[in-house]
């Protein structure tokens, strides 16, 4: 079995097929946890939502639909916008976990990665954007003369 990469492949589009599988898995498993363990992500809604068991399973059905979306060009990108704003959606949620972990006297460090974790939010759109939505240059339509 070769380990060599083929030639007819750029290393970039490579890695932004690499990087699509790793989106997947993330999502994916992500979604699942939401029905593995669902009081982790009840306990991180915010107050002002309601019926938050059903938005986490909500989620979690978006999140596992998501992932598996982006696999196939013929949904990708569809499931690549969704997924930008699932991600926008469950900021509340984030912020929520940091508060919750400030109501709670939680360690520094803890606190810092919580913070941390809210513009990594803005890191996550973008790997979205890139491996899903972005057209690729090579597919790009022709411009008209």
């Known amino acids: 079995m070769s380990t060599s990469m ?3 492949m750029p290393i970039s589009r490579m890695g932004v097929r690499g990087g699509r599988l790793l989106l997947a898995l993330f999502f994916v498993i992500g979604g699942v946890l939401h029905f593995v363990l669902p009081s982790a992500y009840v306990a991180i809604m915010p107050p002002w939502l309601d019926w938050p068991l059903q938005l986490v399973y909500l989620s979690g059905v978006c999140e596992i639909a998501g992932g598996l979306g982006v696999l196939p060009a013929l949904t990708r990108r569809a499931a690549g916008i969704g997924l930008i ?3 926008i959606a469950v900021l509340p949620a984030n912020v ?3 508060l919750n972990a400030v109501d709670a006297a939680k360690p520094l460090w803890q ?3 919580l ?3 809210l513009p990594l939010q803005l890191a996550l759109i973008w790997w979205i954007w890139t491996c899903s939505v972005k ?3 090579s597919y790009a ?3 008209p003369l």
Do not use: D, G, K, N
Request: charged letters at 10%; zero cysteines; hydrophobic letters at 45%.
């Open 111 to 113: 606190l810092a990665l």
């Open 6 to 8: 083929p030639t007819s």
């Open 96 to 98: 929520q976990m940091l």
């Open 135 to 137: 057209p690729s240059p």
């Open 115 to 117: 913070t941390v974790r």
């Open 141 to 143: 339509p022709a411009r």
């Open 85 to 87: 704003l699932l991600s």
